[in-house]
Structures are given as structure tokens and as C-alpha cells.
């Protein structure tokens, strides 16, 4: 069973910095894409970042600029790294691999953007 353990949330002040890391227990073979996605209080679940098996990028508008995924291929290891943050940030952040035939999921890890 592949798991996905996410780290790295917290609080932060607005303007601040977190990264997110998300380990992937076991190599990946015919994935679409590496994605971090997010559910903000009261909201649906948003895409925030993917990354492809070739590492092109996309980002949804709100964040684009401030953030930036990557991956650590040998470690199994997901990034993001999250610069100047704002209360709208605030949620929920899931990582997620989705390939042919599966998709799996992390339990997520929180962050809260507050002074």
C-alpha cells in the first residue's frame, strides 16, 4: 500500500515562509503528475501546484509567484515551498500522486497564516 506522509505545516505570519515536504513510501512507475492540492475552511478542495514526470510545472493563478513545487527524485520526496503567505492561504495541504489506473493521497498537513 503506497503511502503519502506529509510535514512541514504550522503557523505562520502573514508574509512568512513554510516548505511542505511529503514522502512517497515507494518509487512511482507511470505517473501523470506529483500535485499538492488544498481545502480551506467552508471551501472545496483546490489544485495548488503539479509537477510531471519530466518537471514541467503549473500553478492555479492565486498562488503563482510565491510558490514552488519540486521533487527530490532518489528520496521519493514532494516539495513546496511557500514564500510571502496570506491569510487566504490558510488550509488544509494534501499531496497527491496520480497515474495510470491510481491515484493516491496524503493525510494532509495544516497551515494557518495569522498574526
Known amino acids: 500500500q503506497v503511502q503519502l506522509v506529509e510535514s512541514g505545516g504550522g503557523l505562520v505570519q502573514p508574509g512568512g515562509s513554510l516548505t511542505l515536504s511529503c514522502a512517497i513510501s515507494?518509487?512511482?512507475?507511470?505517473?501523470?503528475?506529483f500535485g499538492w492540492f488544498r481545502r480551506a475552511p467552508g471551501k472545496q478542495r483546490e489544485l495548488v501546484a503539479t509537477?510531471?514526470?519530466?518537471?514541467?510545472?503549473n500553478y492555479t493563478d492565486s498562488v503563482r509567484g510565491r510558490v514552488r513545487i519540486s521533487r527530490d527524485i532518489p528520496g521519493n520526496t514532494l516539495f513546496l515551498q511557500m514564500d510571502n503567505l496570506k491569510p487566504e492561504d490558510t488550509a488544509v495541504y494534501y499531496c497527491?500522486?496520480?497515474?495510470?489506473?491510481?491515484?493516491?493521497w496524503g493525510r494532509g498537513t495544516q497551515v494557518t497564516v495569522s498574526s
Open positions: 497527491n500522486v496520480n497515474g495510470q489506473n491510481y491515484e493516491h
Open positions: 509537477i510531471t514526470s519530466f518537471d514541467s510545472t
Open positions: 515507494e518509487r512511482m512507475y507511470l505517473v501523470h503528475y
